[in-house]
């Protein structure tokens, strides 16, 4: 199966700056790798994708990398607000039936 | 806006007991899974149907069976629960290759 390696478990950074996550998988059959936004009491919902024939992807705001030879992928905000604060997920999937392993989770948290 | 719906949102229940919960999606998707998220947040999958047939079952205890009577639905009946069941189930669903799995809003168990 699939490990997802997620660090840090919490950022804490000043509105206006960048923050980064990074995430590590093993399986090298894997090839597609969402980011999840969770909000407390809310469902994990999808910000940003990337597939393994890529190597960068953005949308408003966000950063994807993926770094196949590594086994590496790494999510980027720039010009975090407030409403950014949240718990972060990167998942793998390694399956034709888009079977996720998450990682353990990011808490961001943005203050003013 | 939620497609997948999940009931009941909480259940709180005693040691032994069976609870069942429900989830149905409206996106026309062929694919459905149970994940669990525990206290501190770890999100896993448990089971995944792809047109009522089951095609992903990770290591869960036998207590747990999944059910599903067509493609937009899918059961989950927890026999004589214990403490540590206690967790949120997501329901989920999406296609069934590298594309976007959306979640529902989740049952809170409880178990006392």
């Known amino acids: 199966g699939e490990q997802v390696e997620q660090l840090p478990s919490i950022l804490r950074v000043q509105e206006g700056s960048s923050a980064s996550i990074n995430c590590t998988y093993e399986n090298s059959a894997s090839n597609y790798f969402p980011w999840y936004k969770q909000e407390p009491g809310e469902n994990p919902k999808l910000i940003i994708d990337?597939?393994?024939?890529?190597e960068r992807k953005q949308t408003q705001g966000l950063i994807v990398l993926l770094d196949k030879k590594a086994k590496r992928f790494s999510l980027h905000i720039t010009d975090t607000q407030p409403g950014d604060s949240a718990m972060y997920f990167c998942a793998a999937s390694d399956s034709g039936y888009n079977k996720l392993t998450f990682g353990k989770g990011t808490v961001l948290l943005v203050s003013p | 806006e939620t497609a997948v719906f999940q009931t009941p949102n909480y259940h709180v229940t005693q040691v032994g007991n069976e609870v069942s919960f429900n989830c149905k999606q409206t996106l026309g998707h062929d694919t459905m899974y149970w994940y669990k998220q525990d206290s501190k947040k770890l999100l896993k999958i448990m089971f995944s149907?792809?047109?009522?047939?089951?095609?992903v079952n990770e290591t869960v205890p036998r207590r747990f069976s999944p059910q599903s009577s067509d493609k937009a639905h899918l059961n989950l009946r927890i026999k004589s629960v214990e403490p540590e069941d206690s967790a949120v189930y997501l329901c989920?669903?999406?296609?069934?290759?590298?594309?976007?799995?959306?979640f529902g809003k989740g049952t809170r168990l409880t178990v006392v």
């Open positions: 989920a669903s999406s296609y069934p290759r590298d594309t976007e799995v959306f």
């Open positions: 990337i597939r393994s024939n890529m």
């Open positions: 149907y792809n047109n009522k047939q089951l095609i």
